[in-house]
């Protein structure tokens, strides 16, 4: 089943806690703090893959998260998780659906990206000694793990797309010059999805996509316009199929310039693509009537051939047409590549803000350090406080006015100020 669109969660893996150890042997008094680090969660990658050609997959499944790290015992780290990839077609758009924010466009195959990264195993007290601190009885909790309700969109990435009224031919077309075996009747409407065919001329091979019929309004979405609109936004080259001889009895010219208004209306930068019209279905229409439709045709300065699908009369020569329109474009290089997550610097700011409970501290750095951090742990909760007073925070808290015993939120978690100076 072709879908095209599809929401779903997407989380990493939790990372494991660090342990509290100490290294205890016989005939060694002193062993000191030997606590081991917990393993990383893991990511959460997607991959594009030009076999894959629906979202399907994801719309039946529409959760999918990365196993947590496993938490340090003794003196032995806790094992790493398996990422995990989830494959989805070339010319797949992930957006954030909470902001609309786009995260990333993949498009290009073998493309990967890390969608949500894993969250850090957390350190064993072997981490925190120090001249001063010989015996550290707490470690890190594991960093928690990424969580993004994600957009997909499909725009289908081919090389010449099939555009035009319902029932001009389109189908008939794509089924004559591949091996494409679209849905093909004498009403409007057939092609309710687009079908994909690969086409070989001489040297030369390009993928063609036959889109569902347009009409008017379909820029506003009439018709499930925006459906079928935003996968002409991927193709290079736009051949317009336009019926000669239409059953309704309407102008060819001014069918011919509905489609191109809906198009301009929808995105100025497709309009723009390099455009072959295909006047097809010449095999029906009187040779007198045609010499005039042809005439008009020419006067709007765009390549123009005619054919027939159902005969193959023209065909060569359109093809010969797109093949030199393609040579002409640049395509885009197919040439694998990974991305990390988003990371900015950002990450390492924070903000105190007053508020009516007391003060609120936001920041990614100031509240994933506080997620990691046993907090039922005395040591490890003074061990903090002295962290933020290194980072500033406390420093801004006490310039806004913070007294002892004022209510401070950071993340999911409240404290009462306490000014150690």
Request: glycine share 10%.
């Amino acid at each position: 089943m072709f879908l095209d669109e599809a929401v779903v969660v997407f989380a990493s893996g939790r990372g494991g806690s660090g342990a509290v150890s100490f290294h205890r042997e016989k005939h060694v008094p002193r062993g000191g703090p030997n606590g081991a680090d917990g393993g990383r969660g893991g990511d959460l990658i997607l991959i594009a893959d030009r076999n894959r050609r629906t979202l399907y997959d994801l719309k039946l499944q529409q959760h999918l998260e990365a196993k947590d790290g496993e938490h340090g015992v003794g003196n032995k780290r806790g094992k790493d998780a398996k990422d995990v990839e989830v494959k989805v077609p070339v010319g797949t758009v992930v957006t954030d659906s909470e902001t609309g924010e786009m995260i990333v466009d993949m498009a290009t195959n073998g493309m990967k990206y890390v969608l949500c990264k894993g969250g850090k195993g957390g350190f064993g007290n072997n981490h925190y000694t120090s001249s001063v601190r010989q015996a550290p009885n707490f470690a890190q909790k594991g960093a928690p793990p990424e969580r993004i309700v994600a957009k997909l969109e499909l725009k289908l990435l081919a090389d010449v797309g099939l555009i035009g009224l319902p029932n001009a031919g389109k189908s008939t077309l794509i089924s004559r010059i591949s091996a494409a075996k679209p849905k093909i009747a004498d009403y409007a409407f057939t092609t309710i999805i687009p079908n994909l065919g690969v086409v070989k001329y001489q040297d030369e091979t390009f993928v063609v996509a036959d889109m569902p019929g347009l009409i008017q309004g379909a820029s506003m979405g009439v018709g499930l316009g925006h459906q079928f609109l935003k996968h002409v936004e991927r193709n290079r080259v736009l051949v317009h199929v336009v019926d000669c001889c239409p059953a309704d009895e309407s102008d060819p010219v001014e069918n011919y310039r509905l489609i191109e208004d809906e198009l301009r209306l929808y995105s100025e930068q497709v309009w723009m693509r390099p455009r072959i019209i295909a006047l097809n279905k010449v095999d029906i229409i009187p040779s007198g009537d045609f010499d005039a439709l042809r005439q008009r045709f020419e006067g709007l300065g765009i390549p123009m051939y005619p054919i027939s699908g159902f005969t193959g009369q023209g065909m060569q020569n359109l093809l010969r047409e797109i093949a030199e329109t393609l040579v002409a474009t640049k395509p885009e290089a197919d040439i694998p590549m990974i991305l990390p997550a988003l990371r900015t610097g950002h990450d390492l700011a924070f903000d105190v803000a007053e508020c009516e409970d007391g003060f609120v501290v936001t920041g990614k750095r100031i509240e994933r350090l506080v997620a990691m951090t046993d907090l039922e742990n005395d040591e490890a909760v003074r061990y903090l406080h002295r962290r933020l007073e290194r980072i500033g925070v406390i420093n801004k808290l006490r310039d806004l006015g913070a007294q002892e015993g004022d209510t401070v939120s950071i993340g999911e978690v409240s404290f009462a100020f306490t000014d150690e100076s």
